[in-house]
Nanobody, 120 residues
Framework: QVQLVESGGGLVQAGESLKLSCAAS????????MGWYRQAPGNQREWVAT???????RYTDSVKGRFTISRDNAKNTVYLQMNSLKPEDTAVYYC??????????????WGQGTQVTVSS
């Protein structure tokens, strides 16, 4: 079993920054893609950003230029640096990891979520 533990959420004012972290623990072979999703009240969970094991990143359009996703493979940790935060970024942010157990079998895991609130 794999656990994803997120940290770094909080309450900030518009224009400020936050950095989220998500550490994976457990027994596994490797982690393929790691990513961040978010869910605002009344909305569906949406994809924010992903990073592959070789460092290739992708972002949803609304965060491009403001958010940076990165990972430390040695620590099995993914980060999300969020700059120039806007009130519409307010949501619960979830970490996701595609964990590989062998050359064939992999499984997706979710973190418990961390609240990010941006006041205007």
């Amino acid at each position: 079993q794999v656990q994803l533990v997120e940290s770094g959420g909080g309450l900030v004012q518009a224009g400020e920054s936050l950095k989220l972290s998500c550490a994976a623990s457990g027994t596994f072979f490797s982690i393929n893609v790691m990513g961040w999703y978010r869910q605002a009240p009344g909305n569906q969970r949406e994809w924010v950003a992903t990073v592959t094991s070789d460092g290739t990143t992708r972002y949803t359009d609304s965060v491009k230029g403001r958010f940076t996703i990165s990972r430390d493979n040695a620590k099995n940790t993914v980060y999300l640096q969020m700059n120039s935060l806007k009130p519409e970024d307010t949501a619960v942010y979830y970490c996701n990891a595609d964990v590989r157990y062998d050359t064939v079998y992999s499984q997706h895991y979710w973190g418990q979520g961390t609240q990010v609130t941006v006041s205007s």
